[in-house]
């Protein structure tokens, strides 16, 4: 008997029919001999539409206590429905909101950090055999208010209550088939990986792979809770994320990740004195502006040239220029520059730190093609290049038939992310 | 300055923009000086729409506990939302739930009764200055589980925590523009009072005046809360209930109430033994059905008569006489009879105890019309009447004038109720 966390996105729960469907899911895995925990998102749009109707009713930015106040509320709707589709279907559930379940977090609101969870409720209700259906997205801070952990949060109530419960399996549910080596919608010939480890499916998650929150990926590193992402429409298998994960014979890279928001700034003439990159990177962290890949280079040189990327999703690019100009005379660099349409592409594994020229094959592969490499970044198991976006899609198609990820089934195809 | 309770129902803040005329409301009496606490109930439809939603997922009646859970989201939206268009309007508020402001109640789903109350944090807010948004119709049980306080139950949170903090006044705002002396859809030139006692509202709360719930009276009167009852679209003066109220000169009905849907069953030839009525009635409050007037006939002689009244409104009529056959050999009566289309009318009023001839003037007003009086009950500040339907609004049109208690102003007649 095996003590699991199951865990349903939005969109999987977006109606009455699916939130049935969802419980005869549940029901199935209760009566093959497992004990039950399931977290649930907010049903389909409920979260856009209390936002809506919060914007009509104050003028910019609401007081955030009362932000979590209102949108706690559509996990609450969740779970209580939930509970009654699974009693329908005849067997014993409860619902409970975070704070029921245990979950208290910092003081803090819109964006929260699990500071501790208390399952004993939970442990309860399982002992008496029932399925228990927890609030994602929520806790309560220590002054006893509703607070709520941001974008991905149900992920990582699943996550952490799987490693607060010691469950044997934490399912993330979700609308595509599990983790693939690159986006079906670029690659057709996309793998659906079997496994992959938690450093992989980190990189993966920052580098856009929109199926599991970083956080949550992160905190399953940190408590080792086993993860399987897979479908709720099908019953095929899905990708297990875990410490050690098993490379197919002869594959080195697990998977191909691109984000296409990318833009690059330069700073040139940058006289060579201690401390000038602090001084840069501390006034742009202060505005709150995320910096992605940094390169110097003139080394040795009595000027340097400093680039460094940043997301074009919001109007960082303007931020951040506005920064540098402001601390121009501070720092006595010659010129500033940007590029905007750019995009990244990564390949990542971990394969590939025992495997020389993994680097050097994708360089390879991007310049046949006649594309610029702009930047170049690595980790142990990553390798970024920053190019101009209208090849984006040939590269990837290029890099995964040649990293050997190619097959011949048609990956499936989900439809908008399920995340929250 | 005066710490007042604001209750608010539902269609006062049924959309964003009412939502905002409450809050400007507020503001108004907190800028006067006024240390403002509110009760808000859950917007317009919402908690059709919840109940509809259960209905798809559940069919018949859904787990209690899992209902309240889901209904108390309600409320939450409400006090969320409310406290944002306060804090839009430059005062500072927050907004709690039944369990945040201390609201304890039995372990009862549905229809929990208020076991304690420790307001703590209710007063703390406003020692910090704040506006208090608490959310209406809700608490927790000794087992950490979300309970409801059934239909009112609103209402009885606004008198229940005014009692708590020791208000100076509770207002009630509803869609009409304080309690009247009968319905003014039935006579135009029913009377608004000024002032009601409590035991008056008691005895029209029960005979259908839908503007206080019968629970939240009682509470007041209790706990001694001076309540307002008073238009949330108006600045019109409401009516006050206290425990005594001035009646004006010569006036001794304070007030006409009615009731449209009331049968008669009457039991007939019931051998007199002791413990006959008792089985009956027992019998009856088995299956839950509510008797109102019980009129027994034939005292002093071997068979009695046994008349009683129920609702028509729900399917009662057919329950009883059911309930009724299944035991008339136990009894050994000869037979029952029914009459369906009866109504009940009621005159109210403290000054009654000390004028005789009150009920006297009552029973000539109806039989100068022709109309049969079918049965008769008496307490010491009212007199009840069952009347056949057809005549009614004649009758109360005619004791109206009768008791003195027309005006000359025509009545503003409200929408649809606004009591939860």
């Known amino acids: 008997m095996s003590l699991i966390v199951m865990k349903f996105g939005g969109s999987s729960v977006g109606d009455a029919e699916r939130m049935k469907r969802v419980a005869k899911r549940i029901v199935e895995r209760k009566r093959a001999g497992n004990r039950c925990v399931v977290v649930v998102s907010a049903m389909g749009?409920?979260?856009?539409?209390?936002?809506?109707?919060?914007?009509?009713?104050?003028?910019?930015?609401?007081?955030?206590?009362?932000?979590?106040?209102?949108?706690?509320?559509?996990?609450?709707?969740?779970?209580?429905?939930?509970?009654?589709?699974?009693?329908?279907e005849g067997e014993q559930a409860i619902s409970f909101t975070g704070w029921q379940a245990g979950f208290s977090t910092e003081?803090?609101?819109?964006?929260?950090?699990?500071?501790?969870?208390?399952?004993?409720?939970?442990?309860?209700a399982l002992d008496e055999e029932k399925v228990v259906i927890v609030a994602g997205f929520q806790g309560l801070s220590e002054e006893g208010d509703i607070t709520t952990l941001g974008r991905g949060g149900s992920d990582t109530?699943?996550?952490?209550?799987?490693?607060?419960?010691?469950?044997?399996?934490?399912?993330?549910?979700t609308d595509v088939d599990g983790v693939y080596s690159t986006d079906p919608r670029v690659v057709k010939v996309a793998r659906k990986l079997k496994e992959i480890s938690y450093d992989e499916m980190l990189e993966l998650a920052h580098l856009g792979a929109a199926v599991l929150h970083p956080r949550a990926v992160e905190y399953a590193k940190h408590y080792q809770v086993q993860?399987?992402?897979?479908?709720?429409?099908?019953?095929?298998?899905?990708?297990?994320?875990?410490?050690?994960?098993?490379?197919?014979?002869?594959?080195?890279?697990?998977?191909?990740?691109?984000?296409?928001?990318?833009?690059?700034?330069?700073?040139?003439?940058?006289?060579?004195?201690?401390?000038?990159?602090?001084?840069?990177?501390?006034?742009?962290?202060?505005?709150?502006?995320?910096?992605?890949?940094?390169?110097?280079?003139?080394?040795?040189?009595?000027?340097?040239?400093?680039?460094?990327?940043?997301?074009?999703?919001?109007?960082?690019?303007?931020?951040?220029?506005g920064v540098l100009e402001s601390i121009k005379d501070e720092i006595g660099y010659r010129d500033l520059s940007h590029e905007d349409d750019l995009v990244k592409v990564s390949i990542v594994g971990a394969g590939m730190v025992s495997n020389p020229g993994v680097a050097a094959r994708m360089f390879e592969v991007i310049s046949s093609r006649g594309v610029n490499i702009k930047m170049v970044?690595?980790?142990?198991?990553?390798?970024?290049?920053?190019?101009?976006?209208?090849?984006?899609?040939?590269?990837?198609?290029?890099?995964?038939?040649?990293?050997?990820?190619?097959?011949?089934?048609?990956?499936?195809?989900?439809?908008?992310?399920?995340?929250?």
Chains 1, 2 share one sequence.
């Open 45 to 88: 749009d409920t979260t856009d539409d209390l936002i809506d109707l919060s914007k009509q009713i104050y003028p910019g930015k609401p007081p955030a206590r009362e932000m979590d106040m209102l949108l706690s509320t559509g996990e609450q709707v969740s779970v209580a429905l939930l509970a009654m589709a699974i009693s329908a």
């Open 107 to 124: 003081p803090v609101h819109g964006n929260a950090r699990i500071s501790d969870i208390d399952p004993k409720r939970v442990i309860g």
């Open 157 to 173: 109530t699943a996550v952490a209550l799987a490693a607060a419960i010691k469950a044997d399996l934490c399912e993330i549910y």
């Open 227 to 321: 993860l399987v992402v897979r479908s709720s429409f099908t019953h095929n298998e899905g990708t297990h994320v875990k410490e050690e994960a098993v490379m197919e014979q002869g594959v080195v890279v697990r998977g191909i990740a691109f984000d296409k928001n990318v833009a690059r700034i330069s700073i040139l003439g940058v006289p060579h004195k201690p401390g000038q990159l602090a001084k840069v990177f501390s006034a742009l962290a202060e505005q709150n502006i995320d910096v992605d890949i940094i390169v110097q280079s003139g080394i040795g040189e009595q000027v340097a040239d400093v680039s460094f990327t940043i997301s074009t999703a919001s109007d960082h690019v303007g931020k951040a220029t």
């Open 377 to 420: 970044s690595t980790s142990e198991i990553k390798v970024s290049c920053v190019i101009e976006k209208p090849q984006l899609n040939e590269v990837v198609q290029a890099l995964h038939t040649a990293y050997g990820l190619d097959t011949t089934e048609q990956a499936f195809v989900g439809g908008p992310s399920d995340r929250r």
